[in-house]
């Protein structure tokens, strides 16, 4: 019995362990989906550099309030994955967000993104931000606007100057 108890916790200890280290993490709930939807969900978090496992529900509450994740205890219920990003926070969002538009059986439950708790509908609007390199492009886009429009403008004048030396 000592076994197991002592198996347990070593799981408790890895599930908070990932929960610190994690800048993103979400919980789903996975009922529905088959073995081949699972296996493309897992292939798709994977090449983003996310984490995705089913763990059971008493283990990751324990987990959560080891590090104070008290928050996301709430969605453990029924069957449960959770997907840990510890490089992108945004990853795991535009994922499952997207995968849950495709396959209506994954539900999204909540999460945490930097220790954070966040909703269903936070968990969207994180899903639908542009990515790093397009909010780079639109911030480039931006600060560029008004050197452009001053070019503009001196060229239209340098061009009316022109046309009135010709005349």
């Known amino acids: 019995m000592s076994k197991a108890i002592e ?61 104070g994740a008290n928050d996301l205890t709430e969605h453990l219920t029924g069957p449960t994955a959770v997907a840990f990003s510890y490089e992108d926070v945004v990853a795991p969002a535009k994922i499952l967000h997207g995968f849950a538009k495709e396959n209506k059986e994954l539900e999204i439950k909540g999460g945490l993104v930097e220790g954070k708790a966040v909703s269903l509908d936070e968990i969207k609007e994180l899903a639908e931000l542009p990515s790093y390199e397009g909010l780079l492009s639109m911030l480039l886009s931006v600060l560029q606007a008004p050197v452009r429009n001053f070019a503009l403008a001196v060229k239209a004048v340098a061009d009316k100057d022109g046309e009135a030396a010709e005349a």
């Not at 908070?16 to 939807?37: C, F, P």
């Not at 292939?43 to 959560?64: D, H, Y």
């Open 7 to 67: 198996r347990k916790k070593q799981v408790v200890a890895e599930i908070a362990e990932k929960l610190e280290k994690s800048k993103s993490t979400i919980v789903a709930d996975y009922r529905g989906l088959d073995v081949k939807q699972m296996n493309e969900l897992r292939k798709q978090l994977r090449e983003a550099g996310v984490e995705f496992k089913v763990l059971k529900n008493t283990l990751t509450r324990r987990a959560c309030e080891q590090v």
